[in-house]
Structures are given as structure tokens and as C-alpha cells.
């Protein structure tokens, strides 16, 4: 299936507003005015559901109500508009940059009866490393394809725990503060910095399910959560355009990181079209590695 994005670009002015909120509160909320690419989207995970026997995992983390879905690029082309998407990757690079990867790509669908999921950081690999608060080592986008609401499961969070020096996990981490539902129509898209405490919400309702899709990113140096070199078939990653392969990590990262004996990964396996070789190509364009 595919569908082709006809949302409007940011202008500087909404995305100077959108990351003045997430350097203040964590996160933001992106309005995508793309219906058909929405509920094709939902459509196309509903049936991807019932085609693959989709059942919940049974753990902690991903629930027990809970129908979760990796590797979405290999499995529809409608999949590929979501990483790009005009109106989410402009936040995404000013806050990493525009070497930032694709960390993973993850269809949630919460069921009648789930329990809420543990609060988290989404860069909690990183953060037991770095000292908090520290700059994003991962950028989240939570895309809503059905209404969410505090019933159904809406992301449960708290606004500016992504400036706390503590993860939730730690002893000593506060135990009294504002947890919040996030409640947005489908269609939005809640962008917020890898450090903010977050949770899937519980569902109370009898037959409704919450249908989002996880998008994270994280900077070019930071390994991936899912490794898109294996999951996703070279045949299939051919028909990707250049903004995504790179997203995935087919270039070299500032011109040094990721080489394959000298040469990009992308060279590798798509030859002449992401023909780079590592410190030549960089000096060439007398690219600075430590800006």
C-alpha cells in the first residue's frame, strides 16, 4: 500500500514554538492535517495484525494486552512516509542533527484491559552512562492513528522529568509529581526528548483499542534499538528514498563512523548511488567532525 504525504512544511516560526515546549515540558504536539495518510496507516497495521497472528508478548515492558509490531519498513511501503515526514523530522534534527538514525519503528495497539506500563526514559541505555539531565540520545515520536484518550491507554507522563537528575528506576527519584494522560485525536504526534518519564496508559474501556505507531531516533553515533542492516531485505531497502537509507545509516556518520573498509555502508549494497569513502570524502568537503 502506499500513500503520499500532503502536509505542510513547518515554517521556522512553529519550529522555533515546537522546541521552545520540548526544551521546557519534554515534549510537543504536532498536528499532521494528513488523513489519508493517518488512517492508512491504522488500516494497514489492523490488517498486518490478522495476516501475521499478531498476540500480545506477555512482558512488563511490551504488556499483556497489548499487540506490538517491529520492523514496519519491511512489511508495507506506506510505512516509509512516517521516519521522513515533513512535519516531525525538522524537530528531530535540530534536536540531534541531520545525521540523526532511525532507532526503530514499532506499532502499539493497546487492548481492552491492559495495565499501565512501567514509566521509562526511552534513552534509559544511555542515561545509566551519562550523567542527567544530559542532551537527547533519543528523539521519540508517538504518532496517534486512533484517538487517544485516559480510557484507552493515552501515554501516561510527566511535563519536564526529562531535566530531572534522576531516571524513574532510581531509590532515590521522586515518588510525589504530575503524571499526566496524553489525550490527542489521531492524526497528531506527540515529538518528546528521550529523557522524559512516559508509560503506556492503562485501558478501562470494554472493546476499544489505542493505535499508535513508536518512531525514535537517536544521534549517528548511538547505536540503533532495531538493526535495519538484517530485518530489512537489500531488495526491499532499494526502493527507500536517499533521506530515508540515510536515516537508517547507508552514509557514513560526519564522514568517519560506520565504514565498511573505507567505504559507507550504502556503498556496499546499493554500489555507485551512496558511493562515499570514509576521511577522503570528509576532508574533500572539509567537513569538521568536532563542530
Known sequence: MTATSTATELDASELADHLARIEEKGFTIVELSDDDLVYGLRDTIRRLEDELGVVPRGTMAEGVATKRMYNLLARDTIFAEMPV??????????????????????????????????????????????????????????????????????????????????????SDAPRDYDEQALEMPAGSVMVFHGSLWHGGGPNSTVDEWRCGVNVQYCPGFVRQQQNPYFSIPPDVASTFDDRLLELLGYRLYKGIMGHVDGRSPGEVVFGERFAETAYRDAESRRFDPNP
Open 85 to 170: 515526514h515533513r512535519r516531525v523530522l525538522p524537530i528531530v534534527e535540530a534536536l540531534l542533527d541531520p545525521g540523526c538514525l532511525l532507532s526503530g519503528m514499532t506499532a502499539i495497539d493497546i487492548g481492552p484491559g491492559e495495565q499501565p506500563q512501567p514509566l521509562h526514559g526511552d534513552d534509559i541505555v544511555m542515561s545509566s552512562h551519562l550523567q542527567r539531565p544530559h542532551a537527547p540520545m533519543m528523539v521519540t515520536s508517538m504518532w496517534a492513528l486512533t484517538d487517544f484518550t485516559e480510557a484507552n491507554g493515552g501515554t501516561r507522563f510527566v511535563p519536564g522529568s526529562h531535566r530531572w537528575p534522576w531516571s524513574p528506576h532510581q
